[in-house]
Structure formats: structure tokens, C-alpha cells
């Protein structure tokens, strides 16, 4: 039963262009959601977070959008940038735990 | 100021042999995470703990135990190793007391693999 839900495998995006990563739940009661960002070989490193009674949350270059109604999540990117190619996971808390989706690899091309 | 260490970076074990893992956090952080990573399977949590002396089962416990004796130190115990638990594994802290979402802050990891 997968709570967090990232449908995408991958997603190749140009530089300069916007990345849109995409994440999906089921459950209602979480407080916060989160994305986490992962290079090879390290831990993965938060990014930005929104809490359930917000939607909208914008960091730099980063944005987060929440749709409670549809139970959907989204992590904009503008402009890509090279460095932006990792693994972004979506995450969501309650009680002190985070479920994670299984993450994205987002490609940035030159 | 280190973060989120783990000992040993990388390990083979043969089925049936136990290990320990390590992780030390520097922060104060009174919350720390085990959790392992599969190809396709995202971030599962094995074990958690919310205090020193304290330990709570996640969603995938089963062979793993863990001691949380230092406030600095999570260890994750593999007392019979299986196949099975060939994977990367995390440790995570976070400061959690009197914030509002919960930032963990990750280590390195630790590729284990089970022959």
C-alpha cells in the first residue's frame, strides 16, 4: 500500500527550461509534505517543504504546489540548471515519520 | 561540525553472519532514522528513535534490531544476515522539538551486500 506515490521513473528536461516533478497521495491526514533531493553515492538532502494548510510554498528557483482536493503535489524548477540532475524524492510526515515515494531522476540536457 | 556519519562505508557479509552499523550524529538532534534503499523502492524505514534509551519499530523491521544508548549514536544491528538485506542503508537525524516539519538531515550511506 503506497502512500506517496511518484509516478515518474525519469524526466528529461533542457536547461533553462521549467521541471515539473510530480507526486501523488493517498492519505489525508499528513501535516507536512517534503522533497528531498539525491546525488550518487550521498544522502539525500532537503529541498523545500509546505505544510497541509498551505498551497504554495517558493523557495529561489523552487516552488512547491499542493492540491488537497486532488491529494497531488508538484516541485517546479525554473530555470533547470545543470546541477538540478539528481533524484528528487517526495515525502510526507505525520507523527514524527516520513513516508517517501520512490523518487524521480530528473535528467537536465545541455 | 561532521553532520550524520556512518560506519563502515561499504561491507560484505556472507548468509548468516551478523554486523553492526553505526551512525553518530554532532547537532544534538534528539530524533534518528534507520532507513534502506532498494532499486525502485524509495526510502523505507527500519527503525527510529525519538530519545536516548528509546526505540520504535517502522514499516520494515523484521531482522534489524537497534540500540539507542548515546544520544549521538544509532546503531542498527543485523543479527543473522539474509540475502534480502543487501541494500543501502541511511541513517537520518533531526532536531524535531519545537519545529514545525520534520528536516531530516541524512549520512552518506552504507552499501551492504549479503552473499
Known sequence: ?????????????????ISILNCDYTNSMFDYFLWYKK?????????????SIKDKNEDGRFTVFLNKSAKHLSLHIVPSQPGDSAVYFCAAERDD?????????LHILP | NAGVTQTPKF????????????????????????YRQDPGMG??????????????????????????????????????????????????????????????????GTRLTVL
Not at chain 1, 39 to 51: K, Q, V
Not at chain 2, 13 to 21: A, Y
Not at chain 2, 43 to 55: A, D, F, P, Q, W
Not at chain 2, 81 to 102: E, H, K, M
Open chain 2, 43 to 108: 526510502l523505507r524505514l527500519i527503525h527510529y528513535s525519538v530519545g536516548e534509551g528509546t526505540t520504535a519499530k517502522g514499516e520494515v523491521p523484521d531482522g534489524y534490531n537497534v540500540s539507542r544508548l548515546k544520544k549521538q549514536n544509532f546503531l542498527l544491528g543485523l543479527e543473522s544476515a539474509a540475502p534480502s538485506q543487501t541494500s543501502v542503508y541511511f541513517c537520518a537525524s533531526s532536531r524535531r522539538q519545537g519545529v514545525s516539519y520534520n528536516e531530516q538531515f541524512f549520512g552518506p
Open chain 1, 97 to 105: 515519520k516520513i513516508i517517501f515515494g520512490k523518487g524521480t531522476r
Open chain 1, 1 to 17: 500500500d503506497q502512500q506517496v506515490k511518484q509516478n515518474s521513473p525519469s524526466l528529461s528536461v533542457q536547461e533553462g527550461r
Open chain 2, 11 to 34: 561491507r560484505v557479509l556472507k548468509t548468516g553472519q551478523s554486523m553492526t552499523l553505526l551512525c553518530a550524529q554532532d547537532m544534538n538532534h534528539e530524533y534518528m532514522y534507520w
Open chain 1, 39 to 51: 546525488y550518487p553515492a550521498e544522502g539525500p538532502t532537503f529541498l523545500i517543504s509546505i505544510s
